[in-house]
């Protein structure tokens, strides 16, 4: 009995310890240059193919840092590309995998409903050394795949900087 009351105290110790160092954090996330690179890249990827295309980069909160719509784009795409980048970031998966995972009959379809959800290729996570910096969206090249390739360009123009800071 009196072993089971030590195991207790210390872990109620060991929590609040815890508890007190996490008070404050850091984050890291793109500096808006780095954000805008990426976007520049991943239109160029998409141009280069003939595709007009919106491309959205968002901060780790989703926030949007960096935003170029190509001449011939769509209305659609700005908003697809925002929700995108900010369904990736949120639910920390690219969206091409969550496309599979929501469709109808699979355990999380319900996240379909959720208000900007957009389970369609092109939204992929920003990482680095173990940290989402955030998310890069494409709308507009035909189909998921086409959109996922640009964005996946966007973030191998960065990919250097971001994982030597």
Known sequence: MIALRLVAVSACV????????????????????????????????????????????????????????????GPHTVDLATNKAWTAVSFRTHTRDLERLTRPGESMSGLRNVPRFTAIGGGMMVEAAGSILGGIG??????????????????????DEIELQ
């Open 14 to 73: 060991a929590v609040t310890a815890a508890a007190a160092q996490s008070a404050v954090y850091t984050v890291r996330q793109l500096a808006p240059e780095t954000a805008l690179k990426a976007a520049q890249a991943a239109l160029a990827k998409c141009r280069a193919q003939g595709y007009q295309v919106a491309v959205a980069v968002v901060d780790r909160a989703g926030l949007t840092q960096a935003f170029l719509r190509d001449r011939f784009a």
């Open 138 to 159: 494409v709308s507009g090249a035909p189909g998921g795949d086409a959109d996922h390739a640009c964005a996946a360009a966007g973030i191998a123009a960065i990919a």
